[in-house]
């Protein structure tokens, strides 16, 4: 489909006469795009130079066949902003996708003005690959960010800016793109609506996350130059400005790299929960994204993270699995589930299980008692390379008291239902470790 | 040019010497004078319009019919302007399958009378916008408000004065189907404080067990007050867009919310987005029963419970934050001991104000007990 964003300016001798001749029509002289992640919602700021006449002046903006939302449009002008008062902005009856914006000047000639919008259909993610080494003790961790353009409109040569951040957003561009009134049609406002308004602001302001399909068209591959994203924080978001320009037609994407980090430290976590994860051990990579990790310089934007490990001298990959991961902050720990692995392997025996000081009331009846089972569990890394193991156990009760057998491992309580061993097997060797739970029960609670 | 909703209210006067000649005889049909739309209630918007009816003596019948045009009948109202002790209205009368009404005047005498006729019209309204641009820092805003006139009534107003329940009248065109946007206010530098919320009874307790990202709500609170240069009339309720400089000589778009209308001296609060920079993870650490009282059966009748809680707070950001913690405590209740200050909001709300340094963490520690449970 082809794209129609047009500017063109007319010029009115007097203020009551409407849309006349046009005049010019002049060309964005610079394009940026910011583009969101967590939301189909893309800033865009267009630099144009119009010619005004000492003044009225109208100027007509047509969006046809975009996805621009037209309640959005803001334009400013960057020079002599005394001299020029931007009175209005119309959409005129039974036209679409067009407004006209009633300019008085102080002065006549060429000014510069700044356009703003937001539009759909552009949309970013992130993406990873990690390296590890042969022994899995370093990292090397590649980070790409792919930018799509399904908006419409061709950016030729757009500064290009991407934002990682969770926005509240009230209405769906793409929604408020397509309307066919910019601010809809007015609706009867029923008493309970208008209460509303009184009251509290509008509920379930929660946006619903619209990640767009990405179009599988090729990449953009082969730039002179790698260039390096330059990242700042700004208010709870991060700023990623891609350097120079970039041109992506309507209907491609392009893949462009973030970071290259050889070397990150991690750590083979491994961990076991049944109520969790079930009958099965889960591995994970763990890592901190702090300096001590060659990280930490910004947040990490959440992605698929595929895991490949060096697997021989001549530098043959294998594929180890992969984890998409949540927003990561700087300095927090990460731990990357990379599924079910069967070279560690945790099994937790009922050696014993009795029950005992009962309790009863003035009918005979029970009325309290304690459950005392023991528990052997055996940790096995069959693997070549040292691993940490957390095996968490859940309690059916907050009534509950436990007795460690040996020392083996690292013991503490999680929360008013849970605790936690932490094991460091060596490798291809065997653990195991014996505790007794007492759980209460009715009287025996007290 | 396209006609098809292009409707008019046609005012005819019909003079009736005899009152069987009704709705015959067109006199005049005068053209709508001075029109005033009111926007002042958001539910409905009062049109007045001025007409000069020509009056012959005896009994008038005034035809004012509005096909194509949606108003609320019973809202038509005549109010005559010169002459009123000599014009009287007799009576109004509904003709048949017509979107239509006549009034019968009474004139003693042939007159040039000034007359208002005002009534609800239907699909005319006002919205509001608000834009706000913050400062790098965070601490003010610039902020412009929009008004928005939408028509859709069928009726074109080709000059109207517009009036809403603040701020000088001003003449305004709008044509049916069209819309217009026109500032309304801009003020610079109204300061603003940003707040991040958790609230345990609304945000997941351990982030970690989440699939997705939790993110601690951001505020930005306005106070519509003479100290924020604002408090001079309420702000009514609308869209709210807030940007920030980007220190380039540019903006990057916050967020939006939908603001409640603010009365002078409240404060306007827009929830801008989420930060994941903060996180909090409450647990619960121990919930006993004590204190059991039983009956004669030996079954507990009531009980006191002994619970703690504790949450960690870090702040992964390299800028300070103000959380407010909210958490909640159902029924009778006393503090054992608690690690922070609280503010009791109601029975079973506290609120906790956090300040966090950068890269700090901080740990709440509850330990209460609910009484007399049953």
Known sequence: ?????????????????????????????????????SADLTLVRENRALTLIEGLNKLQFSWANTLIDPTSLEMRPLENAGDIDILALTYPPRTQNLGLWNIKSGRGGKVPVEIDYLTSGLSWRAFYMGTLTEDEKTMRLEGYVRVSNNSGEDYADAETRLIVGEINLIDQIVMLAQRQYPYDKPVPVSPLVMKGLFMARAAGAGEPEAEMAFDSFGDVAGMAEIKEIAKEGLSEYFLYTIPGTETIPNGWSKRLPS???????????????????????????????DTEHKLGETPIPGGMLKVFRTSDEAGHLAYEGQSDFKYIP????????????????????????????????????????????????????????PVKVEITGNTSTPYWDLE???????????????????????????MEYTYVLTTHYGRRTE | MNKCKWWTIVLLAAAAAQVSEARIKLVALPDRGDTVIRLDNPAATLIEEERILTLQKGVNKVDFAWNGVSLDVDSIR????????????????????????????????????????????????????????????????????????????????????????????????????????????????????????????????????????????VTYKIKNAAESKLGENSLWDGKVRVYQDDGHDGTIFLGEDNTALVPVGEDMEVYVGDSRDIVVTQQKMQEKQINIRRNNNNNIVLYDTDEIITAKIENFKDKPAKLLVVQHIPGQWDMEKCNMEYERKDAGTLEFTVELKPQETKELTMHYHRRNVR
Not at chain 1, 277 to 282: F, H, L, T
Not at chain 2, 96 to 125: C, F, H, M
Request: glycine share 6%.
């Open chain 1, 1 to 37: 489909m082809k794209k129609f964003l047009l500017l063109m300016i007319a010029l009115a001798a007097c203020a009551a006469q409407a849309k006349v001749d046009l005049v010019t029509l002049p060309v964005r002289d610079r394009v940026q795009l910011t583009i969101y992640n």
């Open chain 1, 259 to 289: 970071f290259d980090t050889n070397g990150i430290p991690v750590l083979n976590l491994y961990k076991y929960e049944a109520d969790r994860y079930g009958e099965g051990v889960v591995r994970f990579l763990s890592f901190k994204n």
């Open chain 1, 330 to 385: 700087v300095n927090e720990d990460v731990e990357l589930n990379l599924g079910y692995v069967g070279d560690v392997v945790v099994e937790p025996k009922l050696m014993d299980y009795k029950t005992d000081r009962f309790s009863f009331d003035s009918h005979g009846n029970i009325d309290g008692w304690d459950e005392i089972s023991t528990y052997k569990v055996e940790v096995k890394n069959t693997r070549d390379l």
């Open chain 1, 404 to 430: 460690r057998k040996d020392s083996v491992g690292k013991y503490e309580k999680v929360d008013l239902d849970s605790f936690k061993f932490t094991l460091e097997p060596e490798p291809r060797s065997k």
């Open chain 2, 78 to 217: 005549l109010t005559v302007l010169s002459h009123p002790d000599q014009v009287k209205l007799l009576n109004v009368s509904y003709p048949p399958n017509e979107q239509a009404l006549v009034w019968e005047l009474a004139s003693p005498e042939a007159l040039e009378v000034k007359a208002r006729i005002s009534y609800l019209l239907n699909g005319i309204d006002r919205l509001i916008t608000y834009k706000a641009v913050a400062d790098k820092e965070e601490t003010q805003v610039d902020l412009k408000s929009h008004l928005v006139l939408r028509n859709f009534s069928g009726e074109d107003f080709t000059a109207a004065r517009v009036l809403l329940n603040y701020g000088e009248a001003f003449e305004q065109g709008i044509q049916h189907e069209e819309t217009k946007q026109l500032l309304f206010m801009k003020k610079g530098g109204v300061p603003i404080e940003k707040i991040w919320t958790f609230d345990a009874a609304e945000l997941p307790w351990d982030p970690d067990k989440v699939s997705g990202n939790v993110g601690i709500p």
